[in-house]
Nanobody, 125 residues
């Protein structure tokens, strides 16, 4: 059974930082792209960041560029999202996602085959 388990969410004041982790089990994703998405009630899921299989290529939605950093440790089968200078509009449930075999990260959620259960991030003003 493949599992993606997110952790690191919580409540933080505006301007603060959080580091999300997503640990994969059941198979290795060292050859697959991984990504972070987020969703707020009543809104569609939004792409946040993606990373290719090696970590050499990353992509970010404009609203988080310069504030968020996605990284991965293939030895630990884990992907991270470092979030700095957080804003109230970053409040959402954050989901980790992994592609089955494709090495390149993309922004389309339907391209990802595995999803975590989500972790809540709340940024207070």
């Amino acid at each position: 059974q493949v599992l993606l388990v997110e952790s690191g969410g919580g409540l933080v004041q505006a301007g603060g930082s959080l580091r999300l982790s997503c640990a994969a089990s059941g198979r290795t994703f060292s050859s697959s792209a991984m990504a972070w998405f987020r969703q707020t009630p009543g809104k569609e899921r939004e792409f946040v960041a993606a990373i290719n299989w090696s970590g050499a290529a990353t992509d970010y939605v404009d609203s988080v560029k310069g504030r968020f950093t996605i990284a991965r440790d293939n030895a630990k089968n884990t992907v991270y999202l470092q979030m700095n200078s957080l804003k109230p509009e970053d409040t959402a449930v954050y989901y980790c996602a992994a592609r089955g075999t494709a090495p390149r990260g993309v922004r389309t959620g339907s391209a990802y085959d595995y999803w975590g259960q989500g972790t809540q991030v709340t940024v207070s003003s």
